[in-house]
């Protein structure tokens, strides 16, 4: 075990925050480090956490612009007293280095660890950095980047990870396994398998817009079947009764725990183009059209999923007045067209360096920098 051996882990909010920080705790861990995680107050993460098995504890970390002016001064309120809340964490834990995974819910926590002398390195998931990583930039020793292409925006300070995805990720599945799988969702190996989602929590555009080009979709029913996300009760409930309408063999949940088997058993997806997607997509070589969110800070997926695109492993499609046409052109292309499809799974051939040891490249740097004080 490291003699510094207590990190704190500031991260909350989506998946997209929260799942690359407990890959990385993972491999902490393994390596001797005592781990405590900093969320919001009512995180749905916490949820995450407690299954994983991670202490936590919460602040009243939050958004730095309220929906009005009462609300930005509540909220800068709030983030004053969350960061005496950091302070008095950073002292309790004795903490020896603080990890950021970006989003409000960091900001407090690595504020008070850079002023209790804590060495701080932040983590950036996505091609264009967001405002809290930017604000927290100067107070880090080093910043992980997702992207080559994000070394720009922190000269002498970033260092390249990629992305960091969990485990069952890097496990191949043979065909027979899919199949098997397939059988096991009361689904066909014989029929093309599309994946829909919309992140962790969801995507009501998606979902809405799947809904109004079913009815041409109908044409393809004996060729297609869908597995589709919805990531709500609600949604799952409407979307169920319309694919049913249809006709159009589908499997509809509201989330899946078994994504990494999902991602291997279909033929394309579509989804948005969060960093952590963007990063699965990568590893199993997934032919994707990709719908960024367009209200992303600095319009961030878009950039993402550009990067894809330009390497011909995605479409990109905005949303727009002719998004679900846009959207059924496309669907009809991929299924149509195997050559298609197969020319976009070898285009990730193009990338060389694998995601599977971002946690290991990171956990280096963070034992170095801890060691060197």
């Not at 990870?161 to 043979?174: D, M, S």
């Amino acid at each position: 075990m490291p003699e510094k051996n207590k990190i704190i882990i500031a991260s909350g909010g989506t998946g997209g925050h929260l799942i690359p920080a407990i890959v990385l705790a993972k491999e902490l861990q393994k390596r001797g480090y005592n781990i405590l995680f900093t969320i919001r107050k009512d995180d749905p993460s916490r949820q995450i956490l407690l299954k994983e098995g991670f202490n936590f504890l919460e602040t009243l970390a939050s958004p730095f612009l309220g929906q009005n002016l009462n609300n930005s001064f509540k909220n800068l309120f709030l983030n004053f007293i969350a960061f005496f809340q950091g302070i008095g964490i950073c002292s309790q834990f004795k903490a020896n280095g603080a990890i950021g995974f970006g989003a409000y819910t960091s900001v407090p926590l690595v504020t008070a660890a850079f002023i209790k002398g804590i060495p701080i390195l932040l983590h950036e998931q996505n091609l264009i950095p967001g405002l809290a990583n930017r604000f927290c930039a100067p107070l880090a020793k080093k910043i992980a980047i997702s992207f080559i292409e994000t070394e720009k925006y922190f000269p002498g300070k970033s260092f390249y990870t990629g992305n960091l995805i969990r485990q069952e990720f890097f496990e191949k599945i043979t065909e027979s396994t899919k199949n098997l799988f397939l059988k096991s969702l009361l689904l066909s190996s014989e029929k093309i398998t599309i994946l829909v989602f919309g992140g962790s929590l969801g995507a009501k555009t998606i979902n809405a817009c799947l809904i109004e080009i079913l009815p041409q979709l109908k044409l393809l029913k004996e060729k297609i079947q869908f597995i589709h996300l919805s990531g709500r009760d609600e949604e799952t409930s409407k979307l169920k009764e319309k694919y049913s309408h249809f006709q159009i063999p589908a499997l509809i949940q509201n989330f899946s725990t078994e994504m990494a088997q999902l991602y291997q058993c279909a033929d394309f997806c579509i989804a948005r183009s969060g960093a952590s997607t963007i990063a699965e997509l990568i590893q199993t070589q997934t032919p994707a059209i990709l719908i960024p969110y367009p209200f992303a800070a600095k319009n961030h997926q878009a950039k993402n999923g550009e990067i894809l695109q330009n390497l011909g492993a995605a479409k990109v499609i905005l949303e727009s007045p002719s998004f679900s046409q846009e959207l059924y052109a496309a669907i009809i292309e991929m299924v149509e067209s195997k050559e298609k499809r197969m020319k976009m799974k070898e285009a990730y051939k193009k990338i060389t360096i694998s995601p599977q040891n971002a946690a290991i490249r990171f956990a280096d740097a963070i034992t170095d920098i801890i060691n060197s004080i």
